[in-house]
């Protein structure tokens, strides 16, 4: 083992818990930094979850013929008098656009630094990179959230529909939203895994992002999917993100029967998720860096 | 001409080296149906046969060459993150040869996708019945021209707005598929909104479109007459073309004075 490496992990084990949380928060801020320069984008990624859901409620009136039975009809297939089916469409939009947020923001932030030649840099830096990788999440999960708040006041506003009879409702499908923040950041990761090694982030977003929003049940409800499209909904963590929030909210059926069995399962998720995430990111990554080299595209 | 042919060329090479991009132009549409699929499967459980399968079809066509024009504000990205869009911009060439060859190869690519879902949905989902295909393909080549300008005119865009510019040309197409009809007739969208829909000249293309798809005797159209409506988009399409190069080539110049085509 040469000299430089070893000095790169002495430097590496001095840093404390705060210089770590240093770290995170240093990224987090210079992200948080770095898209308030871009106040459009900001407004997009709030709007385009409404614009999702026009998609899916349009098509509902067209093919019942008109809101009232498009309504009716909803409320049969999920077996419940009282549900909503602008909010249903509007919570799986907002739940797909976290799951767009975390690979865009993790995809886009690595295959920027691998364009412009500073993942390599960025490497030689005397940090843990997963720190850095937190910083990002943490900046998603943030943005997220803003997001899906604004994005249904703006839904109330627009549709005249009211998610928040309930506060309490509101703050457990926060809680919800959060706890599944932890297994789809642990995919995030994995999919980093990906964009290094394929390098085109977009077309890879576009793919496994579309992917899921369809296991997910985007727009409807997972059992009217095919047995051997549901299995794999059952273990993508948006799956259960969104029927939590739609349960909360809508008053759908949780996937389990109870709220804490589908609780349950994130929290299993949590536990795996981010460990096999990061390992596979890990593993790719050292194995580019022996083969090819980082700035490769 | 040959050194548009030859950034034709290199687009054609770019998109060919990334697997993953083949994948995604083929995986696309397919995610599109079922969710429309799924959807309506929700609301009608009755299977999706004959006129909504001709519509599907149509209408992922439509949507397919509308989706294409957020390509080229991509590549510009991607040229100035690497810092060789000035380097381009000194090629002689013209100045907006790579955004021809990313728009024309992904053109290409899309013929054949659309051919191939064309062939999955009358296996998935029952015939499809196109009554006037050269028609309905003439009037296609139409958005084609509208794809091609927007993607121009949003590269323009993000040679100064970056970021937001992108996120915008994924956006604005979203909006104008909805009030022109591409998937939901106008005549069903909420009071008022079709107002919106007339101040879109695709509205006009796409009525033209689905009136050629469905009519026995064309002509069968719900906004204006027919005649007016290819009129409308002749008009429209040669207009928009023009006005989007003169915008892109002025934002070249503003970007080259004020340093941002490096800038990122």
Redesign the interface.
């Known amino acids: 083992m040469s000299m430089d490496v070893l000095d790169h992990k002495q430097y590496r084990s001095q840093f404390s818990f705060k210089s770590n949380m240093g770290i995170i928060w240093s990224v987090f801020i210079q992200r948080m930094t770095q ?1 308030m ?5 900001l407004f ?2 709030i ?2 979850p409404l ?2 859901a ?3 409620i ?7 013929g008109s809101i009232d ?2 309504s009716s ?2 409320q049969k ?1 999920v077996n419940s008098e009282s549900a909503s089916f602008v909010l249903y469409a509007i919570l799986g939009a907002n739940v797909f656009q976290i799951v767009n947020g975390a690979l865009f923001n993790f995809g886009f932030f690595l295959r ?1 630094e691998q ?2 030649g500073t993942l390599e840099s960025l490497y030689l830096a005397p940090t843990n990179q997963v720190y850095v990788m937190y910083g990002t999440g943490l900046y998603a999960i943030v943005r997220a959230f803003i997001n899906f708040v604004i994005s249904l006041v703006l839904a109330a506003v627009l549709f005249q529909i009211n998610p928040f009879t309930n506060p309490i409702s509101v703050i457990y499908s926060l809680l919800f939203l959060l706890i599944g923040m932890l297994p789809l950041y642990g995919l995030a990761f994995g999919f980093g895994a990906l964009v290094v090694k ?3 982030m ?3 977003q ?2 496994i992002s ?2 899921i ?2 296991a997910m ?5 997972i059992t ?2 095919p047995t051997y499209i549901r299995f794999l909904s059952y273990i993508l963590p948006p799956t259960w993100q969104n029927a939590g929030v739609r349960s909360i909210l809508v008053g759908t059926d949780w996937i389990l029967g109870n709220w804490y069995l589908d609780l349950a399962v994130l929290i299993a998720m949590s536990l795996f998720y981010p460990v096999i995430g990061s390992k596979i990111y890990s593993l790719t990554d050292r194995s580019i860096r022996k083969t090819q080299g980082l700035g490769v595209f | 001409m040959s050194a548009v042919i030859a950034m034709v060329k290199k687009e054609g090479i770019i998109f060919l080296r990334y697997p993953t991009r083949i994948l995604s132009a083929i995986i696309f549409p397919l995610f599109l149906t079922l969710i429309y699929a799924f959807t309506n499967d929700l609301f009608t459980p009755e299977a999706i046969t004959g006129f909504i399968s001709t519509n599907l079809f149509v209408g992922m066509a439509i949507f397919l060459v509308i989706s294409i024009a957020s390509e080229a504000p991509t590549r510009i990205i991607e040229e100035q993150q690497q810092g060789t869009l000035e380097s381009i911009f000194l090629t002689p060439t013209v100045r907006y040869s790579t955004i021809l060859g990313v728009l024309t190869v992904r053109f290409i690519f899309m013929i054949v996708t659309v051919l191939f879902y064309y062939w999955v949905i009358q296996v998935s989902f029952g015939a499809t019945s196109i009554q006037h295909p050269m028609e309905v393909f003439s009037l296609l080549l139409l958005v084609v021209v509208q794809a091609f300008a927007f993607g121009i005119l949003m590269s323009g865009y993000t040679l100064t707005a970056k970021e937001t510019a992108l996120r915008a040309s994924i956006f604005i197409p979203y909006i104008i598929i909805i009030f022109s009809g591409v998937f939901v007739p106008i005549s069903q969208l909420p009071t008022g909104w079709d107002t919106i829909s007339r101040f879109i000249p695709l509205s006009y293309t796409v009525d033209a479109i689905y009136s050629a798809t469905n009519d026995p005797v064309i002509g069968n159209t719900t906004i204006i007459p027919i005649l007016y409506e290819v009129v409308i988009s002749i008009i429209f399409s040669c207009l928009f073309l023009f006005v989007s190069v003169r915008f892109y080539l002025s934002r070249v110049r503003a970007a080259s004075q004020n340093g941002s085509l490096l800038e990122y």
Request: without cysteine; hydrophobic residues 55%.
């Open positions: 898209i320069r871009y106040k459009g984008a997009f990624d709007i385009t614009l999702f026009i998609f899916p349009f098509i509902g009136v067209s093919a019942a039975n498009a009809q909803f297939a920027r364009i412009t394929f390098k085109d977009q077309s890879l576009g793919v579309n992917l929003g369809v049940g985007i727009f409807f409800p009217l999917l």
